[in-house]
């Protein structure tokens, strides 16, 4: 069974950075590709990042490229998200997936302006 545990989230001023991490159990990490998502309250679970397999090739959506990077270290089996230059709509709980299908329990950032 996957097990996907984020963190890294905390508050932080509009302007600033934070690095939000996944650490995956299993082995099949390397084999999969993974992402981010975020939820705001009220709002719909919003993609973030995605990376493949091997980490050469990343997708973002127009509203975080430039400023947010998804990595991978598959001999550590962990995913990251560097978030830079927060914005207060960043605001939300950042989850990590393996594949779109398992989930970890996500972690909060929250941006004050």
């Known amino acids: 069974q996957v097990q996907l545990v984020e963190s890294g989230g905390g508050l932080v001023q509009a302007g600033g950075s934070l690095r939000l991490s996944c650490a995956a159990s299993?082995?099949?990490?390397?084999?999969?590709?993974m992402g981010w998502f975020r939820q705001a309250p009220g709002k719909e679970r919003e993609f973030v990042a995605a990376?493949?397999?091997?980490?050469?090739?990343?997708y973002y959506p127009d509203s975080v490229k430039g400023r947010f990077t998804i990595s991978r270290d598959n001999a550590k089996n962990t995913l990251y998200l560097q978030l830079n230059n927060l914005k207060p709509e960043d605001t939300a709980k950042y989850y990590c997936?393996?594949?779109?299908?398992?989930w970890g329990q996500g972690t909060q950032v929250t941006v004050s302006s």
């Open positions: 997936t393996k594949g779109v299908v398992n």
């Open positions: 299993g082995r099949t990490f390397s084999s999969s590709a």
């Open positions: 990376i493949s397999c091997s980490g050469i090739r990343a």
